[in-house]
Structure formats: structure tokens, C-alpha cells
């Protein structure tokens, strides 16, 4: 008896590795349900001077790839960033509460740029490419107390911006503008499958 075999079974494409540990960019990549592994890329993300947050992104998304990538040259490796742009001030992860709270209140009433970056490497066949998805949003004019308990109840200490949109933090907004809903959680996914495709991962 015969079996119909897939064409993933008789071209599975090369192996794709996400370098980053962020649980939220390893959630969005597990939703295209593709196997991949996940490795930390050893990378200071300490901004350069006077180093925008478009190009801090860009550049940390490029080198996490380029540094998983060369510990696994015949994969596909994807590197991401994020950084929370506020009239050209760069606000990473806060880490700790009282950075969350001073972040917050900065924000308030404020349109602040997301940007995201995403950039794919596959050392063994030359492939590379680095995309940005900037997410435009407008935040609340919150209050002290509004601040406070939403920190308290979402604690989101690891993300750019002190804010999980795809939680309780969407009550902080008056409105989100991009053009991919993926980007503000981390992972543009829209670029991503674009990026993947070309370097020789199969999607579909």
C-alpha cells in the first residue's frame, strides 16, 4: 500500500533557528506550527552614542542572527529586536518596577514608535536580510494610579515600553497604527514568513 508523502517530507528546507529567549517571539514563531529550535545569541545591547532607536534595532536584530548564526551555519536563523522610540529617546526594557513606572510616565498622552526589527541569516548559503516594522503608538493620558496598578497586575518588566499590548496593557492605548499586528508583541510575522520563504524555510 502507498503513501502519499508530503513535500515538506521530501524537501524539508534547512533547519530554522529563532536566536532569541523572548518567550513572546517564541510564542508568535510556534502559531506558523514549523519546527525550529531556539538559541541564546550573546549580544551587548548597549546603544551605541547618539544611535537612534531605528538604528539600535536594526543593529542588535542583525547581530543576535549573525551570532547564533555562526554557531549554526547550515540553518536558517532569525534575530530580533525592539525598542520603544519616544521622539528619538531610546527606552528598552525596563527590568525592574521603578523603571517600568518612570517609563509609563514619560509615555502618558505620548505617541511613541516601536521598533521592531527582524533580520534572517543563513551563513552556508550567503543569505541575509534585516526588515523593520515600526508600530505607531498613542497612549493614554494615565494616571499615577492607573500606572501603578496596571504594573502591578501585568508586571512586564521584559518588554520594551513597560506595556503588553496583547494583554491588559491594551488598556493603556487610545490607538495602535502599523501594518503587521504581530510587531508590537516582538516578531513582525508577516516580514518574517516573507524572509524565511527566501532564505529556504517551507511555510506552507
Same mark, same amino acid.
Given at each position: 500500500?502507498?503513501?502519499?508523502?508530503?513535500?515538506?517530507? #521530501?524537501?524539508?528546507?534547512?533547519?530554522?533557528?529563532? *536566536?532569541?529567549?523572548?518567550?513572546?517571539?517564541?510564542?508568535?514563531?510556534?502559531?506558523?506550527?514549523?519546527? =525550529?529550535?531556539?538559541?541564546?545569541?550573546?549580544?551587548?545591547?548597549?546603544?551605541?552614542?547618539?544611535? /537612534?532607536?531605528?538604528?539600535?534595532?536594526?543593529?542588535?536584530?542583525?547581530?543576535?542572527?549573525?551570532?547564533?548564526?555562526?554557531?549554526?551555519? &547550515?540553518?536558517?536563523?532569525? *534575530?530580533?529586536?525592539?525598542?520603544?522610540?519616544?521622539?528619538?529617546?531610546?527606552?528598552?526594557?525596563?527590568?525592574?518596577?521603578?523603571?517600568?513606572?518612570?517609563?509609563?510616565?514619560?509615555?502618558?498622552?505620548?505617541?511613541?514608535? $516601536?521598533?521592531?526589527?527582524?533580520?534572517?541569516?543563513?551563513?552556508?548559503?550567503? $543569505?541575509?536580510?534585516?526588515?523593520?516594522?515600526?508600530?505607531?503608538?498613542? =497612549?493614554?493620558?494615565?494616571?499615577?494610579?492607573?500606572?501603578?496598578?496596571?504594573?502591578?497586575?501585568?508586571?512586564?518588566?521584559?518588554?520594551?515600553?513597560?506595556?503588553? /499590548? &496583547?494583554? #491588559? *496593557?491594551?488598556?493603556?492605548?487610545? /490607538?495602535?497604527?502599523?501594518?503587521?499586528?504581530?510587531?508590537?508583541?516582538?516578531?513582525?510575522?508577516?516580514?518574517?514568513?516573507?524572509?524565511?520563504?527566501?532564505? *529556504?524555510?517551507?511555510?506552507?
Amino acid at each position: 500500500m502507498s503513501h502519499a508523502t508530503s513535500p515538506h517530507s #521530501l524537501n524539508p528546507g534547512r533547519p530554522l533557528v529563532l *536566536g532569541s529567549t523572548s518567550r513572546y517571539r517564541r510564542e508568535l514563531l510556534s502559531r506558523l506550527r514549523i519546527p =525550529f529550535t531556539v538559541a541564546s545569541p550573546d549580544v551587548d545591547e548597549t546603544p551605541h552614542n547618539g544611535e /537612534s532607536p531605528r538604528n539600535l534595532a536594526l543593529r542588535l536584530a542583525l547581530a543576535k542572527a549573525h551570532a547564533v548564526a555562526a554557531l549554526h551555519p &547550515e540553518a536558517v536563523v532569525i *534575530g530580533s529586536d525592539q525598542v520603544a522610540d519616544l521622539d528619538g529617546l531610546s527606552l528598552g526594557k525596563p527590568g525592574e518596577h521603578a523603571k517600568a513606572v518612570e517609563q509609563l510616565q514619560r509615555m502618558r498622552g505620548q505617541v511613541v514608535i $516601536f521598533q521592531t526589527a527582524v533580520s534572517v541569516v543563513c551563513q552556508a548559503s550567503g $543569505f541575509e536580510d534585516t526588515q523593520l516594522a515600526a508600530v505607531k503608538v498613542k =497612549f493614554r493620558d494615565l494616571s499615577d494610579a492607573e500606572i501603578e496598578t496596571y504594573l502591578r497586575a501585568e508586571e512586564p518588566y521584559d518588554c520594551a515600553g513597560s506595556a503588553k /499590548s &496583547e494583554g #491588559l *496593557g491594551i488598556a493603556l492605548l487610545e /490607538s495602535i497604527d502599523n501594518d503587521d499586528p504581530t510587531a508590537l508583541v516582538g516578531l513582525p510575522l508577516i516580514r518574517t514568513c516573507h524572509m524565511i520563504r527566501a532564505a *529556504g524555510v517551507h511555510i506552507l
